[in-house]
């Protein structure tokens, strides 16, 4: 295995295509993630937190688009934007510094 924090920190940044493609916050780390896991060090690691992460984001999303009748969604959406945006450049940044990640709020579903 090699490293290569340059892949991992894209991979962090890849999330924040879903502003571009839909689902592309999903598919383009699944995709580096299934093709280089065993090829680069750390990066499976990484990619098993990012689809928690995004997996996670995506069960709070569809959780507050019923709540936005009551009013208490839109917070909730708002709050899932700011965090879909700060944490992959937050975890990039460390990933260039060869720290582990940390997404907090995400559920475990690959460990």
Known sequence: MK?????????????????????????????IWLTQKEK?????????????????LLIYSFICIPLV????????????LVISIVYP????IRASDEQPPVYPYSIAFLK
């Open 69 to 80: 009748f009551v009013g208490v969604g839109i917070l909730g959406l708002l709050v899932i």
């Open 40 to 56: 680069i060090k750390d990066l499976d690691a990484h990619g098993k937190m990012i689809l928690n992460f995004q997996f996670s």
């Open 3 to 31: 490293q290569d924090n340059q892949t991992i920190v894209l991979m962090h940044l890849s999330q924040l295509a879903t502003f571009v493609l839909a689902f592309g916050s999903i598919l383009i780390p699944l995709i």
């Open 89 to 92: 450049i937050k975890n990039a």
